[in-house]
């Protein structure tokens, strides 16, 4: 349905933040520039993609403590972002 289309497009504009540094502004203006939703789907999108950009440095701290003896910077080496396809 919409909030599962709407999910995976949270999903795609998060991974495009974390790798561009683009603000959540940007990347939802992109995103639906090239891609189209259910307006459902596209307003439960965004307001994922804009709480995750405005809470950003909370949502990193609560992380970082719940993840023992991993610091963020070492789950980002671990995890193949920068070459989906080795997953």
Do not use: C
């Not at 349905?1 to 998060?14: I, V, W």
């Not at 403590?65 to 991993?70: C, F, K, L, V």
Request: avoid cysteine; charged fraction near 25%; charge should be negative.
């Amino acid at each position: 349905g919409a909030r599962r289309s709407g999910r995976e497009a949270a999903l795609q504009m998060l991974f495009q933040m974390e790798g561009s540094g683009a603000s959540a502004e940007q990347v939802t203006a992109l995103f639906w520039r090239n891609f189209e939703a259910e307006p459902e789907g596209r307003e439960y999108a965004d307001a994922i993609v804009r709480g995750v950009g405005e809470h950003l440095a909370t949502l990193d701290q609560h992380i970082t403590q719940a993840s023992a003896h991993w610091r963020l910077e070492r789950m980002a080496q671990a995890l193949p972002f920068g070459e989906p396809w080795k997953a």
